[in-house]
């Protein structure tokens, strides 16, 4: 397994422990209605249905990233997300409690697709094409979503930094995108600099708008 392979991978499953924690806040209330009995299997049925339609979303956003400039597109629009992931500016779907099996795994499909956007289009930028990275790294990722989510968010309100970490690995991300657009390679390989440049500027600007957005939010009125 080489060097890219194995970043790839590193990237799909930071990218889904960063974004997909309010995944698990979203199985844990829907299914907190039910009985212990039904509960697990709430949270199997709905998440393994969830990840299913994620792969497929996935693979479908891996192969339409290569019409041309829509990955040039899809890296300027991953910057974006990177920018609302540091000033939390996105609002998840309003999540009811059910007391049937059925009503709180539709709950939970509905809304890791609701709320999957940001990691289908950051994943298939990362999968650089290649669908059985995305499936890998969902393997790898997912199970720790579920079980280790409360301490992922805990130490991402505890160590705020690690919002920033994650923010960075999207701009890297996008950055990636952008450079990769094939329509955009004949003028990438007059300006071979751009490959230097672009990746740490979009990290620098991502990082240091949202640092400028957060430190204008937290001054008093």
Known sequence: MDFEIIQSILIIVGIDL???????IVIALASRNLPMSQRNKAILLGTGLAVGLRILMTGIAVFLLQIPFLQFVGGVLLVYIAMTLIT????????QAHTSLMAAVKTIVFADLVMGFDNVLAIAGAARGEVYLVVFGLLISVPIIIWGSKLILRLMEKFPFLIY????????TAAEMILGEATLQYFYSDFPFFHWIIPPATIIIVLGTGFWYNTLKSRPS
Do not use: F, K, S
């Not at 960063?18 to 698990?24: E, P, Q, R, Y």
């Not at 939390?88 to 999540?95: A, R, S, T, V």
């Not at 970490?165 to 890297?172: N, R, S």
């Open 18 to 24: 960063v974004l997909g924690g309010d995944n698990a």
């Open 88 to 95: 939390d500016q996105e609002d998840g779907p309003e999540i």
């Open 165 to 172: 970490i994650g923010a960075a690995v999207l701009a890297y």
